[in-house]
């Protein structure tokens, strides 16, 4: 009976990670996903916007591959908010950019959502905004 608690023991501690060597290393994730779509900001605060006003956020890419880009889809994540983007292909090298611009109607802080679809990868960037809107 103690042999087989030993046993056990000697097997439990034998696939353990900490004696396998399996422990992680770092932070890091093991799935990366590459694209050729570099941006200048993913999210953007504009601070306090006046009640009644639209504000236009505007963000910026470089397409940053060797072959053109073309934005194939923006998607708003509400009827508040509206998109324009570069609607003619992105050179290597050069600079896009999708534009949201939000109805400032109800006063009080507010957190918005654009998804882009691009030529280099078909799963949707998700770009955001924020901010408060002050009642006048």
Known sequence: MKNLKISALLAVLAFSPFFANTLPTDNNPVVRI??????????????????????????EFTNTSKKPIIIENVAPSCG????????????????????????AAAAGPFMKTVN?????????????????VVAS
């Open 80 to 103: 508040c908010t509206t998109a324009d983007y570069t609607k003619t292909p992105i050179l290597p090298g050069k600079k896009g950019f999708v534009e949201a611009s939000y109805n």
């Open 116 to 132: 882009v679809t691009t030529s280099d990868s078909k799963t949707p960037k998700t770009l955001s905004f924020k901010g408060t």
């Open 34 to 59: 590459l694209t050729d779509v570099t941006w200048k900001s993913e999210s953007i605060d504009v601070g306090n916007i006046p009640q009644g006003k639209p504000k236009t956020i505007r963000f």
